[in-house]
Nanobody, 125 residues
Framework: QLQLVESGGGLVQPGGSLRLSCAASGFTLGSYAVGWFRQTPGKEREGVSC????????GYANSVKGRFTIARDNDKNTVYLQMNSLRPEDTAVYYCAADPKVSGCTILTGRYDNWGQGTQVTVSS
């Protein structure tokens, strides 16, 4: 059974860092493009970052460029999101998603069919 599990969320002070992980089971993640998304109550889910199957292409939302870095380790079937210089507005539930049909990568939510359950990130002093 195809499964994605996010981890690494938590409470961090403004300016701090977190590293999120997206671990896949039941399939070979290296055959899938992966995206990270986030959502706050009452708002639509928004794309944060994406990475192509072999990691040669990455993409970022303007709001996180220069602060977040996406990477993948296909041997470990895992994708990471390193988040630095966190701000209160980064507070959200973060989700990873994967899809084998995505060419390159995209942060459009509608392009992904397989989603994890999310991990909460709270940036607050």
């Amino acid at each position: 059974q195809l499964q994605l599990v996010e981890s690494g969320g938590g409470l961090v002070q403004p300016g701090g860092s977190l590293r999120l992980s997206c671990a896949a089971s039941g399939f070979t993640l290296g055959s899938y493009a992966v995206g990270w998304f986030r959502q706050t109550p009452g708002k639509e889910r928004e794309g944060v970052s994406c990475i192509s199957r072999q990691g040669g292409m990455t993409g970022y939302a303007n709001s996180v460029k220069g602060r977040f870095t996406i990477a993948r380790d296909n041997d470990k079937n895992t994708v990471y999101l390193q988040m630095n210089s966190l701000r209160p507005e980064d507070t959200a539930v973060y989700y990873c998603a994967a899809d084998p049909k995505v060419s390159g990568c995209t942060i459009l939510t509608g392009r992904y069919d397989n989603w994890g359950q999310g991990t909460q990130v709270t940036v607050s002093s």
